[in-house]
């Protein structure tokens, strides 16, 4: 069993923002894999389906990003699936904009929501697919820039980044890791 989780801040005013890329990867994997999220337990939305072979989890916390672990952690403890298998999905500011890179571990950076499953869990070894928002401009806060949309010349690239992290995480589930890096990195 796999389980992807995208992370993001759930309400409508977070939508379509930089930090909710995860949420819309999850979605758009959804609708590619026809999976419904549509149950409510461990602090989140989620659905349950099939990608390939495997059994998969597609999960969206609903505790905002800085407390993401609390999610992943209840998740983590109830199915028992293996780190290695528990696929997260994150917003990066430090990779070029519209880059995707899989990471089989590594630590937070600036990523508070990275931090919280780090925190949470105890550990850092879980793979993280990371998608390219863009650097904040110097006059900028990051915690503004990160929950701010994406403008309009951005928007086909981002879109594209999206479909590109759903191959890449289907890859991973149906071949395995070091396939998906080679590819997609």
Sequence with gaps: MYAVIGLGNP???YEKTRHNIGFNTVDLLADRNGIDINKIKFKSV???GRIGNESVLLLKPQTYMNNSGISVLELYKYYKIPIENILVVVDDIDIDFGAVRIKRKGSAGTH???KSIIYHLQRNDFPRIKIGVGSPPPEWDL???VLSRFQNKEEKIIKESIE?????IETIIKEDIDKA???FN
């Design 112 to 114: 508070n929501g990275l």
């Design 11 to 13: 309400g409508r005013e």
């Design 181 to 183: 890096m080679n590819k």
């Design 143 to 145: 915690a503004d820039f």
């Design 46 to 48: 989620y659905g349950k």
């Design 164 to 168: 590109v992290a759903c191959e890449s």
